[in-house]
């Protein structure tokens, strides 16, 4: 064997120390995250800050129990090491324990010491005197006990759960203790993954649609920049950048992103009237059918005839997507056939009426479709055999301004909307006529913001939009279900919006669209305790670095017999030597005279031009117009053109009548 390594050994001496794969030094989850975590304070139900803003950098931000026993565990250990320094500041031992030293002059009224290891006999006795004593001996047997400093900090016995909060943090304070542990255990109960956020850029403006597939791998993000723009977390490394960029319909902004159920394809609704399908790659598949906008009943057009509003896809049918449309109604196509649709959906109207339909969603198990029409009302329609467009749940007046969102729970009990009017209404299904609850103060300004569930659906949520006056940014605002009150908001961004938002179930991670008219972005919360893949996996992943052979060489075409357009151009150095040659094209030119003239040269002080110093110089040029009165200088020649006519009054002499003027009137004058 050792023969084998001194052979390893020797050939490995003939090659170079870069050869062969190289040690990389990782940089630590603990700094990895430390880098996203989130800054600032949260704001509570009650709009105070919570503990996180205190004045020290070193305290943990508002973050469920378990999140803060890890980052705790990462800056102080849970127990404390017995051969660490004592209180007086004594340097901490680094390495195995030591055993302790035994005072040989020590008597054992003095208490006994910590031993490390099997027991050992006092000295002096003999080989059978090993015998069990009191607890006040000298001589253990068994595993040791814990050190002293254990025993003052744990009175009570052994610590179970998370461990206490360090000494030197607010977190230690009386006053404070008791509304920290009432917060700990409300944002424990319902564990939001916020302590840790990264931000896919890319985007220009405001990002007006959000879709994750149901893996929770590939994200997609439309804006109001036209485009559309996928991210894979497995591919993606700590830059965040997309591996694909889409531009669907030119110049029309893009309203609304929808995953297949099999995630194989997604829907791409755009301000136009026609919508798109894409492979999961990002290949155009097709797009709809466009109707006769000069058909007035939408009922026999093959198509919507205006800009779509929203669009989804089925949640059990792969075949099955639901469009709406400014022109007021809602399609139901089959991505089969391209040329027409399957159904077409008429909203009731209080008066006859064009008017847009906003917004449009499926229930979980796709038998049920509502619609949030122009005018504030909330329509229902439940697919059953002979259905048509008469709506089986009618709410007139569901909000006072156009619906931007609705959301079904799964149970299909409870109808969220959300609306321009800054209001987000609780609706139970079996009783429509009043609302359960309405949350105001929620400006929303973006005719996408949405509503989202967590994955247990116990809480429900939303994002706001930036107003003028308001020194708030975008937040994100989450709802206990059950008690019908307002748990937390979540500051996104201090300048921008919140449009759409999404809870992932299986990743356990919150997505936030936010942006403005010049930058967008897709915000992802995430706790690395809590949280799985997804943001995980991209962050802690470094981007590749550039190689020495990460070199391309640009070739040289050369491709004498081309066109002259793409021929090259050839050398002029043999032409440009003869031109130099030659005295008259090598001449230099003269510089201008910058004085009066001499040796046959003008100079400039008398004019520029040779013409204008001899008309000056002889006199035909007078400047004298300056000084005329316009009038008097036409009229001067009134005379001489009447007597002597030259152009045209000889060719009209002889037919023109005589001009016969109007009187005046004295009397008329007088007046």
């Not at 940089?27 to 800054?39: C, F, S, Y």
């Not at 321009?420 to 609302?435: A, E, I, N, P």
């Not at 066109?563 to 001449?587: A, C, G, N, Y």
Request: aromatic content about 8%; proline content about 8%.
């Amino acid at each position: 064997m050792e023969d084998e390594v001194e052979i390893c050994d020797g050939i490995r001496a003939q090659f170079p120390l870069t050869f062969g794969k190289q040690s990389k030094s990782q940089t630590p989850l603990e700094l990895i995250h430390n880098a996203t975590r989130r800054g600032g304070a949260n704001t509570t139900s009650n709009g105070k800050p919570s503990s996180s803003s205190s004045t020290k950098t070193t305290d943990l931000p508002s973050i469920s129990s378990s999140s803060k026993s890890w980052l705790d565990s990462l800056r102080n250990p849970k127990t404390r090491n017995p051969n660490s320094g004592d209180e007086d500041g004594e340097r901490p031992m680094v390495g195995p324990p030591r055993p302790a030293q035994v005072d040989l002059n020590a008597d054992e009224d003095e208490g006994g010491y910590a031993m490390f290891g099997p027991p050992r006999l006092p000295p002096g006795s003999g080989e059978g005197e090993g015998d069990v004593e009191d607890g006040d001996g000298d001589v253990m047997v068994g595993p040791p006990p814990p050190p002293p400093g254990s025993a003052e900090s744990d009175e009570d016995g052994e610590m179970i759960g998370p461990p206490k909060p360090p000494p030197g943090s607010n977190l230690s304070d009386s006053d404070e203790g008791e509304d920290d542990e009432e917060q700990e255990e409300e944002e424990n109960r319902y564990r939001i993954p916020m302590s840790n956020e990264i931000v896919l850029k890319g985007h220009t403006k405001v990002v007006s649609a959000f879709a994750i597939d149901h893996s929770g791998s590939r994200v997609l993000s439309g804006s109001y920049d036209y485009s559309v723009r996928m991210y894979d977390f497995q591919g993606m490394n700590s830059r965040l950048q997309s591996f694909r960029q889409l531009e669907p319909f030119e110049g029309h902004q893009v309203r609304n992103l929808s995953w297949s159920p099999t995630a194989d394809r997604f829907l791409c609704v755009t301000g136009s009237a026609q919508a798109k399908i894409y492979d999961r790659d990002g290949l155009n598949l097709g797009e709809f059918v466009k109707g006769d906008m000069y058909i007035r009943d939408l009922k026999n057009t093959k198509g919507h005839i205006s800009g779509l509003t929203w669009g989804e896809w089925h949640p059990k049918t792969k075949e099955t997507i639901l469009t709406s449309s400014e022109d007021g109604s809602l399609r139901i196509w089959d991505v089969n056939d391209f040329k027409s649709q399957k159904q077409v959906i008429k909203p009731k109207l209080a008066r006859p009426a064009r008017v847009p339909v906003i917004t449009c969603t499926w229930d979980r198990e796709g038998k049920c479709i509502a619609g949030g029409i122009g005018d504030g009302s909330i329509q229902i329609w439940n697919l059953k055999p002979g259905w048509g467009s008469r709506p089986d749940i009618y709410v007139e007046k569901g909000h006072s301004d156009d619906i931007t969102a609705l959301k079904f729970s799964s149970d299909g009990r409870i109808l969220l909307s959300r609306s321009f009017d800054g209001s987000l209404k609780v609706w139970d299904l079996r009783q429509m006529k009043s609302t359960l609850k309405m949350f105001e103060d929620l400006p929303n300004h973006y005719a996408q913001t949405n509503i989202a569930f967590s994955p247990d659906e116990q809480l429900f949520l939303t994002g706001t939009s930036i107003e003028r006056e308001s020194t708030t940014g975008g937040l994100l605002c989450f709802f206990d279900r059950a008690k019908l009150e307002l748990v937390s908001k979540v500051g996104i961004s201090p300048t921008c919006s919140v449009v759409q938002c999404a809870w992932h179930p299986k990743l356990n991670q919150i997505f936030a669209t936010s942006g403005d008219k010049s930058q967008g972005g897709t915000h992802i919360l995430y706790d690395p305790t809590l949280s799985e893949r997804g943001a995980l996996v991209c962050v802690a992943r470094a981007p590749r670095k550039k190689s020495v052979d990460d070199f391309e060489a640009k070739p040289v075409i050369h491709n004498p017999h081309a066109l002259p357009l793409f021929r090259d151009q050839p050398s002029r150095k043999r032409q440009r030597e003869k031109i130099l040659k030659d005295p008259m094209k090598s001449h230099k030119p003269e510089l201008p005279m910058t004085g009066p003239g001499f040796g046959g040269r003008i100079g400039t002080s008398q004019g520029s031009l040779l013409t204008q110093y001899l008309l000056k110089q002889g006199g035909m040029i007078k400047e004298t117009w300056m000084d005329e009165d316009p009038r008097e200088a036409i009229l001067k020649y009134a005379d001489v053109a009447a007597k002597d006519p030259k152009f045209i009054a000889p060719a009209y002499a002889s037919t023109q009548p005589e001009p016969v003027f109007a009187k005046s009137d004295s009397e008329d004058e007088e007046k």
